[in-house]
């Protein structure tokens, strides 16, 4: 018996070869035999950000989401949520690390997380956003990706920004230092932002976002500042009336991976999620930057009823350089002098 079942099973086996081979992969998939590839699901890479779309930053990484997963036919499964799965800074980044999700940044709250990145919001330090690019795609940003997969476990997959503050007032314009005397002026919740102010010459006022506009309304604050493209997202013509151009401090920030997600991935998916971000990069710059001058502010602006002027920038940059940096140049030692090497 034994020998009967041998000689059927050596009799089957070329033809079994031979209509593999004939029918290729759909003799493969048929006979139950299908290469685990097939059989893989998609990788699912989640991202969280505090808002969603026509906020700059969420534009562009709702764009890289559908970009992924077209482009690695369905392997990466990207998913992007603004401000509906986590919706303060310090809870996406918390995710990020433990791995609860894959992707996310930690918007303007950057150098909370990353203390290392506050020189980069020290006033006029950052002298453009071609000199800010410059320094983040090039050797300052690989240190830091370097610097921070070692120290916080987290991936770099591109820096980006929030544009540079100017500010915004209830009752007059702020034109040269000496018109910011006596006013209260609400900060993000960080020193440097009141080192900023208070070094200019107003009044800081430490306020969550959350409290703003009823502060304002209610004069708890004379006004305060936001990059133009925020200005316009968040209405803030709703509480103020002047703009004024003083492009006092750039906000940096990132968009990262969780360390041991990106370890996991394949070669070629890893370049994929770096292309789509120096993209999605590309896209969140281009949308800050359009709206980030005189004339184009004047655009976006004055139709809601603000009025826009320009800034005495260079009395503004004096007054900081002589009053903020000594401290912040010391405390950022070494890095300061990578910042101000770089030309632009």
């Known amino acids: 018996m034994t020998n009967t079942i041998m000689k059927i099973s050596s009799r089957n086996l070329p033809l079994r070869r031979r209509s593999l081979v004939k029918g290729g992969l759909a003799g493969i998939i048929a006979s139950g035999m299908a290469p685990t590839f097939a059989r893989a699901e998609a990788k699912k890479l989640v991202m969280a950000h505090i808002v969603p779309p026509p906020e700059s930053g969420a534009v562009g990484f709702a764009w890289q989401a559908e970009e992924v997963r077209k482009r690695s036919n369905g392997e990466l499964d990207m998913q ?4 509906t799965l986590l919706s303060k800074e ?10 609860n999700i894959q992707m996310g940044d930690p918007a303007g709250a950057a150098a909370t997380v990353f203390p290392e990145m506050g020189v980069f919001l020290v006033p006029y330090l950052v002298q453009s956003y071609a000199h800010a690019y410059k320094m983040f795609n090039g050797a ?26 100017h500010f915004w007032m209830a009752k007059k314009q702020i034109i040269e230092p000496k018109d910011l005397r006596g006013l209260k002026v609400r900060v993000q919740q960080g020193k440097v932002f009141a080192d900023t102010i208070n070094g200019l010459g107003g009044n800081a006022v430490p306020m969550a976002w959350g409290e703003v506009i009823s502060a304002a309304k ?13 200005q316009v997202a968040l209405k803030i013509y709703e509480v103020s009336k002047y703009c004024s151009m003083t492009f006092h401090n750039y906000g940096p920030t990132l968009n990262t991976m969780n360390l041991a997600t990106w370890e996991g991935l394949s070669p070629a998916h890893k370049k994929l999620m770096l292309d789509t971000s120096r993209e ?9 930057e359009s709206v980030d001058n005189l004339e184009a502010a004047k655009k976006a602006l004055e139709p809601k009823g603000m009025t826009v002027a320009a800034a005495k920038v260079e009395d503004f940059r004096k007054v900081a350089q002589a009053k903020i940096w000594p401290a912040y140049k010391s405390q950022f030692s070494g890095l300061w002098e990578q910042v101000e090497s770089v030309k632009a």
């Open 80 to 83: 992007f949520f603004g401000g």
């Open 218 to 230: 209610s004069g708890v604050i004379d006004g305060g500042d936001l990059p133009i493209v925020n």
């Open 280 to 288: 999605a990069q590309d896209k969140i710059r281009q949308l800050t």
């Open 140 to 165: 300052i940003g690989d240190a830091l990706d370097k610097q921070f997969q070692e120290k916080y476990k987290l991936k770099v997959m591109c820096f980006f920004d929030y544009g540079f503050r």
């Open 90 to 99: 310090l809870e996406i980044m918390n995710a990020v690390k433990s791995g």
